[in-house]
């Protein structure tokens, strides 16, 4: 059974892709361009369940013949850009990174790569530069979709037929709803998951139920049509990281989708016509192969360039993307479309095998660490996960959203007597607790440790959207009125997140959007406002409560993954100090809120202030790596052997709380 070909699907298809694509390589105006995921899976669901519907109709559906068509399919251009993915990442990844990839080998080969990358989607997990098959969990998520679709579909045609559309309509609603509810507590699983998705699937389901009149007059189809392609232009040049995704914000690509696929069914139309335009067309018919390359192949640009492309590298790399994707159809996808290249079974054991050989490579490399016999000692990053320090202080971390009562907080310093101070903050307190670990234990003074990564210690400011932390910061105020022998708080963040809102240079991740608790009597709401109004109000109360109070601004923060680029720099013999290091201009430029307010309070307040920048920042730059050793452990965090080096800038406070 064959479905009548249509040259605008395959058009639309190349808008999907492209959107993508562009997104990816960060075209100025593509900020949306991840929704083409989105059309992918409406057009998948279209497509899919009219094949199947017309094979049940004419009692010619056979389970074994459909995922025969599905590993034709998806299987040989994934297992080869798989193989080609593992060849480059054993020459460019060192060992930890070579370990990680091992994972999404095998994730991706049993198709749950998204279920992985889920898991993976924490606050210091590895940025998505080091994961050339990070893509792959869209196709995770529908290869799980068709594990039980096509059961259901026979089921419901058999039995239910006159319930179908029904019930895949309230499939479709109730997917939608757990997505939006999810979308606020868990946005990674709304984003990964696939019962936070098959909504996007069904709506193509439905439309190819016919469920809409085929008699629809030809000025509204092209009404219809126009409005569709509007919702796809609106959303991929519209959106933007920081749009809430997928939730409501997916309904515009996903109906728009189904528009133009309805507006173009059994008649012409503008649209329909402007889609079987031929080179959308040709892009379309390779749009798969297109989608399996392009992410390794920006992955590893990106990885061995370290800094970002430069717009004529970016054409060049968009140049060899599209000839390797059109060698793949051409090579790989097209023959092993037609029977005649393997039969069924031959098919299903180029399947087995394919998919035995990906997990016992990927399980080798996992249980040999990622062989780092592969390079010498110094042409390794810093092992993030035998990093003894940095797990032990991440115990420490107290969760915002499930406070104990009474706290329990981690000792500090010496460790030999009654703890005196506490350092106070989010991330950027754990790594610089090491830090004061090695000057108070010189001093002979012992502390506590509160901290919880996100937050920063500023009364009466929440972060929009994300973890409460003004119970955390509130709670820590009652510890300290209930530990009078706390005399000294040292507060640590990373200030120019919260005073910014924005992301430094290549950093990943959305803006951050400081709200006041409380209605702001001044109407002011700015993030540099409400920074200012919450540090002012932290350093207030603590010196209303009688404490000594220690500001340590901000560590330069780099914009870069800092491991990552320290391998492939020593590996390829550049020093990493001249490829990304911040020059003292760009640090003062980012933290001129963060010092004018830091030197506001100092001049009204007996505060001291502790600066790591001057042991960072010499000659005019600030160093990222010293004795050939990463001082940052990603793109702002101190790692272990940044925190000692600067750990003697600690030295006057511990001194002072000495002298009292």
Request: glycine share 6%; hydrophobic share 45%.
């Amino acid at each position: 059974m064959r479905l009548t070909y249509r040259a605008d699907i395959d058009g639309l298809r190349a808008i999907a892709v492209l959107a993508v694509v562009f997104y990816h390589a960060r075209l100025k105006y593509f900020s949306g361009g991840y929704v083409g995921v989105d059309i992918f899976f409406v057009i998948s669901g279209y497509l899919i369940t009219t094949i199947i519907l017309r094979e049940l109709d004419e009692n010619g559906f056979s389970l074994a013949r459909f995922y025969e068509r599905r590993i034709r399919r998806i299987f040989p251009a994934l297992f080869a850009c798989m193989g080609g993915t593992l060849l480059i990442s054993s020459i460019f990844f060192d060992a930890n990174e070579f370990q990680e990839f091992s994972k999404s080998l095998i994730a991706t080969t049993l198709f749950s790569s998204n279920i992985l990358f889920w898991t993976q989607s924490g606050y210091f997990d590895a940025p998505s530069e080091l994961k050339p098959l990070l893509h792959t969990w869209s196709l995770a998520v529908e290869e799980q979709f068709y594990i039980f679709f096509p059961l259901l579909l026979f089921f419901l045609v058999r039995y239910l037929r006159p319930q179908l559309r029904f019930i895949l309509i309230s499939i479709a609603i109730a997917s939608f709803a757990v997505n939006v509810y999810y979308l606020n507590n868990d946005p990674s699983g709304a984003f990964y998951l696939v019962h936070m998705r098959i909504w996007e699937l069904i709506i193509g389901s439905i439309l190819a139920t016919n469920y809409f009149s085929k008699k629809t007059l030809p000025y509204i189809r092209n009404l219809l049509g126009l409005t569709g392609l509007g919702m796809l232009i609106g959303s991929i040049f519209l959106y933007t990281i920081d749009t809430p995704f997928p939730g409501t914000a997916a309904v515009l690509p996903t109906l728009g989708t189904a528009l133009i696929i309805y507006s173009g069914d059994r008649s012409e139309t503008l649209v329909n016509r402007i889609l079987s335009f031929w080179p959308l067309v040709f892009i379309g018919q390779i749009s798969y192969s297109l989608y399996l390359w392009h992410w390794p192949m920006i992955v590893f640009a990106r990885y061995y360039a370290i800094i970002e492309l430069k717009p004529l590298e970016i054409i060049a790399l968009l140049v060899a993307i599209l000839i390797i994707s059109t060698l793949s159809w051409h090579f790989v996808e097209k023959p092993f479309r037609q029977k005649t290249t393997l039969s069924r079974i031959g098919i299903f054991q180029f399947a087995g095998l394919s998919m035995l050989l990906t997990i016992t490579i990927g399980s080798l490399i996992y249980l040999n660490g990622g062989f780092p016999e592969r390079f010498s000692s110094k042409q390794t990053s810093i092992n993030q996960d035998s990093d003894i320090q940095w797990k032990n202080w991440g115990q420490c971390d107290l969760d915002a959203d499930n406070l104990s009562d009474p706290l329990t907080l981690c000792p500090i310093g010496a460790r030999t007597n009654a703890p005196t101070f506490l350092l106070w903050g989010d991330s950027h307190a754990r790594a610089l607790a090491t830090s004061i670990q090695i000057s108070a234990s010189q001093g002979e003074t012992t502390g506590v440790v509160a901290y919880t990564s996100g937050c920063a210690p500023l009364l009466g400011i929440d972060r929009e959207g994300q973890k409460p932390c003004g119970e955390f910061n509130a709670a820590i105020i009652n510890y300290l009125q209930e530990h009078p022998n706390l005399e000294t708080v040292i507060l640590a963040s990373r200030w120019a997140l919260s005073a910014e809102g924005t992301r430094y240079k290549n950093e990943e991740g959305k803006s951050l959007i400081l709200i006041s608790e409380v209605p702001n009597p001044d109407g002011v709401s700015s993030n540099a406002n409400l920074f200012k109004a919450g540090l002012n109000q932290t350093v207030n109360k603590l010196l209303e409560m009688g404490r000594k109070v220690v500001i340590v601004t901000q560590v330069p923060e780099i914009g870069y993954d800092v491991p990552s680029a320290f391998s492939i720099a020593m590996r390829t013999g550049r020093n990493l100090n001249n490829v990304i290091a911040p020059s003292l201009d760009e640090y003062n430029d980012r933290n001129i809120i963060v010092t004018s307010v830091i030197e506001t309070i100092a001049e009204k307040s007996n505060i001291m202030i502790v600066d790591p920048s001057k042991a960072l920042c010499m000659d005019e730059r600030c160093l990222i790596v010293s004795d050939e050793r990463p001082l940052y452990r990603d793109d702002d965090h101190l790692s272990t052997f940044g925190a000692q080096y600067i750990a003697h800038i600690f030295d006057p406070v511990f001194e002072d709380i000495q002298n009292k």
